[in-house]
């Protein structure tokens, strides 16, 4: 937690729960990224969180933008963005989207489909279109592998098709899943883009960008690698594969630029036994599967929980959401241990809430209001 969010929940004791974002650390892991890997630009994933404060920050940072939708598109719009800095990275799109993004100036599109291309052909005429590859999610604890990407073979047939359709055949890319823990991911996925791009450049097709994707991580309960190392194995496997022709690099974070600005303060509602004999202590807090935590599913991504008690002896627990749903426990088999001493109208603290968290949030369900955003 940074000193200014702490400071905040100390002095300003906000209703629970809440979601409270130091857009200075934004600033500072987008610098990381920047720093660390020079030669790429900077596409914020923008469905990490849209919030118009983090947006807004980025646009005086000289980011670029992927959007998921058109009312991102139109989000950075607000924010200032060029619409030249936004690339429009969903490879599924409604035709009036496609439409709406076009005639607002964006010329960069994703696809991976002929389906998906002749759209683009027809209402984004003449747009820079990439195609995204289907890569292994291996190492990622939120995958994202088998609904996107297609295969080098029907890449190949799509980026030459592309150029027929009078699409400027600008790129490709992949992404290597999110949360992506391991550098190795990276590298086989470049080898595998780079072989098609130089069998296109072959056949006669001007394609100058590799998108790299998101999936940097962010630190939940367990280490992860930091951005250098991702970094040099990137560069590292760029340049072995590119030689001193490297093209245009494009990576498309979301998590790492968001996640660790965030945190949720959040209040126990009930701890209590379920068994009598059971030492597992079921400890139930006012956010849940429902209220925003949605990558607890299937207990994927595991928060760091701070309390008023860290340093005393602490117990196994069981975690769940206030809601009256079967599905909203956050950890079961994770094996989280919380203080003895941890009781019920007691605040807690979910560390590297700021990524794909408030936008998760449902609308009502049981009466309970989407999650509180503060940005400071
Ligand atoms: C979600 C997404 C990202 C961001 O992924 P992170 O793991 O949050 O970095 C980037 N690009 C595309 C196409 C995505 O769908």
């Known amino acids: 937690m940074t000193p200014k969010i702490a400071r905040f929940l100390a002095e300003r004791q906000p209703a629970t ?52 939708g058109i009312e991102e598109v139109e989000a950075c719009l607000a924010a200032g963005a060029r619409p030249a800095a936004i690339s429009f990275g969903n490879t599924i799109k409604k035709v009036s989207a496609i439409r709406r993004a076009h005639a607002a100036g964006v010329t960069m599109f994703a696809f991976d489909s002929i389906e998906e291309l002749e759209k683009l052909a027809r209402h984004a005429p003449g747009s820079q279109v990439y195609c995204r590859i289907l890569v292994e999610n291996e190492g990622a604890d939120w995958p994202l592998s088998r609904k996107f990407g297609t295969t080098i073979e029907t890449a190949r047939d799509l980026m030459l098709r592309a150029g027929e359709l009078g699409l400027d055949p600008f790129g490709l890319s992949f992404h290597v899943g999110s949360q992506q823990t391991s550098t190795a991911a990276y590298e086989a996925a470049i080898g595998r883009v780079a072989m098609l791009f130089t069998d296109l450049k072959d056949a006669g097709v001007n394609v100058r960008m590799v998108n790299l994707g998101g999936g ?122 919380l203080p003895l001493a941890l009781a019920g109208g007691e605040r807690v603290e979910l560390l590297s809430t700021g990524a794909y968290v408030s936008t998760y949030a449902s609308q009502c369900f049981n009466g309970f209001a989407p999650l509180e955003e503060h940005y400071i």
């Open 216 to 337: 940097f991580p962010t630190r939940y309960r367990d280490d992860v690698p930091d951005i250098d190392q991702f970094a040099s194995a990137i560069m590292g496997a760029m340049t072995e594969h590119f030689g001193n022709a490297l093209p245009e690099m494009v990576v498309e974070p979301g998590r790492f630029i968001v996640g660790d600005a965030g945190v949720v303060s959040s209040e126990v509602v009930l701890v209590c036994h379920r068994h009598k004999d059971d030492p597992v202590r079921w400890v139930y807090l006012d956010i849940g599967r429902f209220g925003g935590l949605a990558e607890t599913e299937g207990e994927a991504i595991k928060y760091r929980i701070t309390t008023p008690h860290d340093g005393g002896p602490t117990g196994p627990v069981a975690i769940a959401g206030p809601t009256c749903d079967g599905a909203d426990i956050l950890y079961e088999k994770s094996n989280y241990r």
């Open 17 to 68: 729960p809440c979601l409270v974002v130091d857009t200075d650390r934004v600033a500072e892991n987008f610098r990381a990224l920047r720093r660390a890997l020079p030669l790429a630009q900077i596409y914020y994933a923008v469905k990490a969180n849209p919030a118009p404060a983090v947006l807004d920050r980025l646009v005086t940072l000289g980011s670029r933008f992927d959007a998921a």
